[in-house]
């Protein structure tokens, strides 16, 4: 039963992993030409904005919809079809009402949100188009977590994707327009970012229809069927709420950190003596360019993240220890496996990257980049033990993380980028120090809250090893065939682009090669992925 449970556990996150690269491409077709439309200083308008969304969104969304599969995924195993259905009803007029709450603030009163929140009056307008998304999300949350609790990953995943293609062509669509008709940069960010309140009526529609379609009827059936006596109204609201409220304090810790690192950062950066406004908004534009390829390897984590939830919650519900306790170290060793690569790639080619995507971003970038690299590893491993500790029981433990990772990031940006030779440096340094620590953390509570204890060693110290490999080869790739092919400082032209792709080839063939000789996944790991069985004979594992 261990078994199978794991493979369904990974063969969801594997059918949200193939999501995640399509959202990734789309994502990349919606960000990369903003920042060339915006400039440094209107997608900087465009993630000042986003970041106070993200806040409103965590709050109401973070934590219930988790709390909401983890219900589903205990009720249907303990076969309660009518306490499974309760839970959704629950769970949905506690979403709608947040939702409510939250898109009217964003909408009655975004000029004053934007002062409070990043000190920039002109976020405003970017404020006020995305304030019916948070109602939309929170409404599409409830089905999601719904139907992700009943082990069905494939409709997040579709809803996902045209959530992210409706955001492309709205958002670049109108920002192309406004652009051409010679409206203000205020005003066409607002045009950019209202592609995500058009995303989320779009993934709104699908979840609701997939629900109606395949759910709805279904549960209905179900409970007619069954003698299964729900708990209480008001006490399955107060399960829900204790428990998506500590997961949502625990989420909502790093959305409020990365908004005062947004302020921090925005209110002493101009005070720093040789920078000044029109040079701070600059700056802070670029590391908000950036943070999008920051944040691509944590994306594809999340359908990890997401998949081990309800995975170990049924174990857990089933007091089955070791179950759970392989569902967790399988989780930790393919997110280490698939993150570290992508991270220390992120650093050693931070300087070609950038100059290709973003040639018009200031020359610190590149740099910002190269540290953003490591953060992400830390993020990466981050997420995915939060996801243990809240899916196992444990989710007060990831809050007291947080807050000393808090704590590290605040104290960065306070001390170092008031500092002229370090500057908005001191955000990425700040960034490293608060995810590490929120890692080392919460790997020492897994290791002492389950029963079977994670491997550390074959999880992390393996992958890092074929990273490390792979970086170097990387990095000297890139150099050589920047040299023979006389390629000047990197920016968006053909010697560029070549040594950049081999450098990339390379690393990948190698990374390949050396997770085979380390042994960083099992051939059991494999084996619970789609088509498994022929990586693991590609790759000669034994």
Avoid at 354 to 359: A, T
Avoid at 377 to 396: D, H, K, P, Y
Wanted: some cysteine.
């Amino acid at each position: 039963m261990a078994e199978m449970k794991k493979q369904n556990f990974m063969h969801g996150a594997a059918i949200l992993a193939a999501g995640v690269v399509i959202m990734k491409i789309l994502g990349a077709i919606y960000k990369i030409p903003l920042q060339n439309i915006l400039g440094d200083t209107g997608y900087g308008y465009f993630n000042a904005a986003y970041s106070i969304y993200n806040v409103l969104l965590t709050i109401s969304t973070a934590g219930l919809p988790v709390a909401l599969s983890r219900m589903i995924s205990e009720a249907n195993t303990l076969n309660r079809p009518r306490q499974a259905r309760r839970t959704f009803l629950v769970a949905m007029a506690v979403l709608c009402v947040l939702g409510v709450l939250f898109s009217a603030l964003m909408f009655l009163f975004p000029t004053e949100m934007a002062i409070f929140f990043v000190s920039t009056p002109a976020v405003s307008r970017c404020v006020h188009a995305l304030s019916p998304a948070v109602f939309l999300v929170c409404l599409t949350s409830a089905y999601r977590g719904f139907i992700q609790g009943s082990g069905n990953m494939t409709p997040t995943t579709v809803g996902q994707v045209l959530e992210v293609l409706v955001k492309v062509i709205v958002g670049l669509a109108l920002s192309l327009w406004l652009t051409r008709q010679g409206s203000s940069l205020p005003v066409t960010s607002a045009g950019a970012i209202f592609g995500v309140t058009a995303g989320s009526l779009a993934a709104l529609i699908y979840m609701y229809l997939c629900y109606r379609v395949g759910y709805r009827n279904h549960s209905r059936a179900a409970c007619a069927a069954s003698d299964d006596r729900p708990d209480s109204v008001r006490s399955t609201l107060f399960r829900f709420v204790s428990v998506g409220v500590i997961i949502t304090l625990g989420a909502s810790v790093m959305s409020v950190i990365t908004l005062l690192d947004t302020k921090l950062i925005k209110s002493t950066l101009p005070g720093v003596p040789g920078i000044g406004p029109a040079l701070a908004d600059e700056l802070y534009g670029s590391y908000s360019a950036v943070q999008t390829l920051y944040n691509v390897p944590a994306s594809f984590i999340m359908p990890m993240v997401i998949a081990v939830v309800p995975a170990i919650a049924a174990a857990t519900a089933k007091h089955d220890s070791a179950e759970a306790g392989l569902i967790a170290e399988s989780g930790l060793r393919v997110s280490a496996v698939v993150a570290m690569p992508m991270g220390v790639g992120l650093s050693v080619l931070a300087s070609p990257i950038v100059g290709v995507l973003y040639p018009r971003t200031n020359v610190m970038g590149a740099t910002m980049l190269s540290y953003l690299g490591i953060a992400a590893i830390f993020v990466c491993i981050s997420l995915v033990t939060n996801s243990i500790l809240q899916a196992g029981g444990n989710e007060r433990l990831p809050i007291f993380s947080m807050l000393a990772g808090g704590a590290v990031k605040i104290g960065a940006n306070l001390l170092l980028v008031r500092r002229p030779e370090i500057n908005i440096l001191g955000g990425p340094i700040g960034t490293i120090g608060c995810y590490a620590v929120i890692c080392i953390l919460n790997c020492i509570f897994i290791y002492r809250s389950l029963d079977v204890k994670p491997n550390y060693f074959r999880a992390f110290l393996r992958p890092l090893i074929s990273a490390a490999v792979m970086g170097a080869s990387a990095w000297a790739v890139y150099g050589l065939g920047s040299r023979l092919l006389h390629a000047g400082p990197p920016r968006r032209d053909l010697p560029t682009l070549i040594a950049l792709a081999f450098a990339i080839g390379v690393a990948v063939l190698v990374y390949l090669v050396m997770v085979s000789v380390t042994r960083s996944l099992t051939r059991e790991d494999l084996k619970l992925i789609p088509k498994g069985e022929k990586i693991a004979r590609i790759l000669r594992f034994k």
